[in-house]
């Protein structure tokens, strides 16, 4: 089967047209790409990034199984990223539940490591 190699001078994403009939240039989806923030000549430039890796597991981290995420921060800074996971998830009842488990988990990402620590566990007493 033939290889096909493009140079993406133009740097543009075109989602309008069919795979086969994109102008040289033009590119139809990218994945794991970082467009370059640089002041220099190369602004814009497209860079290729690791893909995804499964960091955390929360029923590990937090000892409960049926944990979900429903929101995260990164702080690229400390490079730690907060989870804000809860086991609160019936669709018919989501008003806060006293019973629920709800945590912040804070993952501090080193390059071969990941530590992990509970910051908040529990529910708010009213």
């Known amino acids: 089967m033939a290889e096909f190699k ?6 543009k994403m075109n989602k309008d047209l069919d795979d086969r009939l994109l102008p040289q ?3 139809r989806d990218a994945q794991n790409i970082q467009v370059s923030k640089s002041e220099s000549e190369d602004v814009g430039a497209l860079e290729n990034v690791l893909g995804n890796k499964k960091i955390l597991d929360f029923a590990t981290a937090t000892g409960q199984n049926d944990v979900v995420c429903i929101g995260r921060f990164v702080s ?3 490079s730690t ?4 996971l809860t086991n609160n998830t019936d669709p018919n009842n989501l008003a806060y539940n006293k019973l629920g488990k709800n945590f912040i988990v804070a993952a501090n990402i080193n390059i071969d490591t990941v530590t992990t620590n509970i910051l908040v566990q529990g529910a708010l007493t009213f």
């Open 6 to 11: 493009n140079v993406f001078i133009k740097s």
């Open 25 to 27: 240039g033009e590119y």
């Open 81 to 84: 990223v907060y989870f804000f």
């Open 76 to 78: 690229e800074e400390d």
